[in-house]
């Protein structure tokens, strides 16, 4: 039995993952928001730990973890939160800016920092779900693309970092994916939404597992998935 934590359990990729992991026996501890959030999560999720902790304000995750009980044994962190929202960059306010990287980029990047010591206890493994975005970017994508261009960074600066200590590092690059945030881009975009033309949240957990579950004497260090319709 392996213990994981991961972030954006509550809907989507981090749902189907969460999910996966659970049907396995694995042992769950997963990042919430705040109490009330982390009271349901506790529900959906039967047999999970959670710890409270609010991604769009990383500069207190460090206090928040010191009044609480972290995991002793952590075989994975699972990045798997996220923001987004679209729109030209010259029409981008600075408060979309702070938000977007604060989420997608910098509480990854300390969260990691906190968690780092077990994970080199347990020679365990990161994963960063990224994002199709992280590898081009379109226009309207600004400051999304940018967190996600940035989170490539910081997998690939921290593989490098982290090799010698047997961490594995993992980013896993979705195309669109049905979820309720691409429910939103949509509704951004001014398109119709239809599910079905996208990748299911399980075939992007497949991948998020089969990059867990590879023997030691390999690492899979990006994986790029793509919608098969």
């Not at 213990?3 to 990042?31: C, K, M, P, Q, Y």
């Not at 009980?69 to 306010?93: F, M, Q």
């Not at 992280?134 to 940035?150: C, I, P, Q, R």
Request: hydrophobic share 45%; no cysteine; charged share 20%.
């Amino acid at each position: 039995m392996a213990t994981h934590l991961i972030t954006g359990a509550g809907s989507g990729i981090g749902a189907a993952v969460a999910n996966r992991l659970l049907d396995r026996g694995d042992e769950l501890w997963l990042l919430a928001r705040d109490a009330r959030r982390a009271t349901e999560l506790r529900g959906r999720f039967p047999g999970a730990q959670t710890l409270v902790g609010n991604l769009a304000d990383p500069a207190k995750l460090a206090w928040a973890f010191g009044h609480q009980t972290l995991p002793i044994d952590l075989d994975s962190v699972l990045h798997i939160a996220g923001t987004v929202e679209l729109g030209p960059i010259g029409d981008t306010p600075v408060k979309v800016w702070n938000e977007t990287l604060a989420i997608n980029l910098v509480a990854p990047a300390e969260l990691t920092r906190l968690l780092l010591p077990q994970l080199r206890q347990s020679r365990g493994h990161v994963v960063f779900v990224n994002s199709g975005a992280g590898l081009s970017a379109s226009a309207e994508w600004g400051s999304y693309a940018a967190s996600k261009f940035g989170l490539r960074a910081l997998a690939d600066s921290l593989r490098q970092e982290e090799h010698a200590a047997g961490v594995r590092v993992t980013t896993v690059y979705p195309g669109r994916t049905a979820t309720a945030m691409q429910l939103k881009v949509h509704q951004q975009e001014g398109e119709e939404y239809d599910a079905d033309r996208w990748i299911a949240p399980e075939s992007v957990a497949t991948a998020v597992l089969t990059a867990l579950d590879l023997p030691r004497d390999a690492e899979l260090t990006d994986i790029t998935v793509r919608p098969g319709r």
